[in-house]
C-alpha cells in the first residue's frame, strides 16, 4: 500500500503543479493582454479551477484520512495531510471545471463524482495507511 500512496501522492504533486504552471503562464498572457485582475479571477473560477472546490476536496480527503485511521491505519496530523491533499484538491476542481463548462452530462452528477466519491478512498489511500 506504501508504493501505491507514493505513486499517488506525486502523481498528484506533478499534475497539480503543472496546472498551476499552466494557469500561471495563461494569467500572464492575458495580463499582458490588458486584462484586470478581477477578469483574472473569473477565468480561474470558469476555466481552471475554483477556490471553494480545492477546499471541499481537500476536506473531503481528510475525511477519507480518518476514516481509514478509524478502521486501522494511521492518523496523519492536519500539517501533513493538507500538503498531500491539495494537488488532488487543484486536479479534482480542474477535471470538474472542464468537465462541466464542455460537457452536456449531467453537472451535480460529474461534481458529485469528482468532489465526493473520488476524494474520499484517495485520501484514504495517500495519507491515511
Keep these: 500500500m506504501d508504493i501505491l500512496a507514493t505513486v499517488l501522492r506525486w502523481a498528484f504533486f ?3 503543479t503543472a496546472l498551476l504552471v499552466a494557469f500561471a503562464v495563461a494569467a500572464t498572457r492575458r495580463r499582458r493582454d490588458g486584462a484586470r485582475f478581477g477578469e483574472l479571477a473569473e477565468l480561474m ?3 481552471w479551477f475554483s477556490a471553494g ?3 471541499f ?4 480527503g481528510l475525511a477519507g484520512s ?3 485511521a478509524y478502521v486501522g491505519g494511521t492518523r496523519s496530523g492536519l500539517p501533513e495531510s493538507v500538503p498531500i491533499l491539495f494537488p488532488l484538491g487543484i486536479v479534482a476542481a480542474f477535471v470538474v471545471c472542464r ?3 464542455r460537457s452536456d452530462r449531467e453537472p451535480q452528477g460529474v461534481k458529485a463524482l469528482v468532489l465526493l466519491a ?4 484517495l485520501g ?3 495519507t491515511g495507511w
Design 45 to 47: 473560477e470558469r476555466e
Design 14 to 16: 506533478g499534475a497539480g
Design 66 to 68: 480518518w476514516a481509514a
Design 118 to 121: 473520488a476524494p474520499l478512498p
Design 57 to 60: 476536496t481537500v476536506l473531503v
Design 53 to 55: 472546490k480545492v477546499f
Design 124 to 126: 484514504a489511500v495517500m
Design 99 to 101: 468537465l462541466t463548462a
